[in-house]
């Protein structure tokens, strides 16, 4: 089958365009919930997808997928960190990030107001849980395909992140 243009795309019987896409909204990387703010914190991909349908034929030994899927050719993925009211369902704030939405990194939400997230540009970033206000953030220069976790170590907390072949951790300087 031959590549669709946008303006083909939806005119076609073997065509369908689908909002949010394959991978969009939200998959399988981690989300988190902060019970001091009442806000469920998400990682989500604004995206399109084109579902096509092929005329194969099943045939026994053979893959079958009867089509395939690809990025609609008139939207750019974008990553968006948003802060979701689980009261009532509406986001109470959005961060929009940049790159070009290939990361699957999650969110980890703490007890001290921060959200830790890797966003979609390779950075690992913390933003503030109530207002979603970035105070920090660590360049990877890698594609994050993991989330943040936090674990504690001979009386520390730390948070790490796997980025690329390296799992890098980050703790504030001990106490005097």
């Not at 902060?34 to 469920?40: A, K, S, W």
């Not at 989500?44 to 030994?61: H, N, Q, V």
Request: net charge positive; hydrophobic share 40%; glycine share 10%.
């Amino acid at each position: 089958m031959t590549k669709l243009t946008a303006r083909e795309v939806g005119r076609t019987p073997f065509c369908t365009r689908v909002c949010p896409s394959l991978i969009g909204a939200t998959n399988w990387w981690s989300t988190s919930y902060l019970p001091q703010t009442g806000l469920y914190y998400v990682q989500t991909l604004e995206s399109c997808g084109i579902f096509t349908k092929r005329d194969d034929e099943w045939t026994a030994g053979r893959v079958y997928m009867g089509g395939g899927t690809s990025n609609a050719p008139d939207v750019r993925p974008q990553k968006i960190l948003r802060a979701i009211d689980i009261r009532d369902g509406h986001a109470t704030w959005a961060l929009p990030q940049i790159g070009d939405g290939s990361t699957r990194s999650g969110t980890l939400a703490t007890v001290t107001g921060l959200v830790f997230f890797g966003e979609d540009s390779g950075a690992v970033m913390a933003v503030d849980a109530a207002s979603g206000k970035p105070l920090w953030h660590f360049q990877t220069s890698q594609t994050l395909r993991a989330s943040p976790m936090t674990y504690s170590f001979d009386g520390r907390q730390l948070v790490a992140i796997a980025a690329g072949p390296n799992v890098i951790a980050f703790a504030l300087p001990a106490a005097r």
